[in-house]
């Protein structure tokens, strides 16, 4: 089973403030996912194939990596942005797995 | 208009059998392989299995020996059944349906907030 490490766990950004978020995996994956979730609400597809972004998601938005190391940017925070961020994958074989989430927090 | 919902008990005592129903429409479960993804209250995700378009499954294999997973393509819909629940299968349960490739998941259901107690 392939493990996703994120970090960090949790990160506070103000506004304007670029952020980055990692995604580390065990194995070499072809393809990383993203989810955003917010407070009491399910998760949303936000990224798939590594660095395109799921319909609705702003363009700030941008999604990178290979290999073992992924990563989800924003290129300049807004408070909308403010939520918890998984990334997930598949290699060919369940299970799917998810990292343990990023809390991105509003400074 | 894709559309997931799942329905089921909100309190269930230890030891006995969790039933969830999963409702979709805007898509048939013959087309896309759809999942179920659980959430304890305050922590990440996990997935715990899933129904193929063919109707195979796959499941955590932490999971695997108390679980099972159906659908009736009739009604469109998808079932989970786990039994000897504990407490720490206590949580948000969703329904998740697959990409066309199966690789992730493009749609979600609102969730099933289970509570495992006496």
């Known amino acids: ?107 | 208009q894709v559309r997931l919902k799942e329905s089921g008990p909100r309190l269930v005592q230890p030891s006995q059998t969790l039933s969830v129903t999963c409702t979709v429409s805007g898509f048939s479960v013959t087309s896309y392989h759809v999942s179920w993804v659980r959430q304890p209250p305050g922590k990440g995700l996990e997935w715990v299995g899933a129904i193929w378009k063919g109707g195979s499954t796959d499941y955590n294999s932490a999971l695997k020996s108390r679980l099972s997973i159906s659908r009736d393509t009739s009604k469109n819909q998808v079932f989970l059944k786990m039994n000897s629940l504990q407490t720490d299968d206590t949580g948000t349960y969703y329904c998740a349906k697959h990409s066309r490739s199966g690789y992730y998941f493009d749609y979600w259901g609102q969730g099933v907030m289970v509570t495992v107690s006496s």
């Open chain 1, 1 to 107: 089973e392939i493990v996703l490490t994120q970090s960090p766990t949790t990160i506070a950004a103000s506004p304007g403030e670029k952020v980055t978020i990692t995604c580390r995996a065990s194995s070499s994956v072809s393809y990383m996912y993203w989810y955003q979730q917010k407070s009491g609400a399910s998760p949303k597809l936000w990224i798939y194939d590594t660095s395109k972004l799921a319909s609705g998601v702003p363009n700030r938005f941008s999604g990178s990596g290979s290999g073992t190391s992924y990563s989800l940017t924003i290129n300049t925070m807004e408070t909308e942005d403010a939520a918890t961020y998984y990334c997930q994958q598949w290699s060919s074989t369940p299970p799917w797995t998810f990292g343990g989430g990023t809390k991105l927090e509003l400074k």
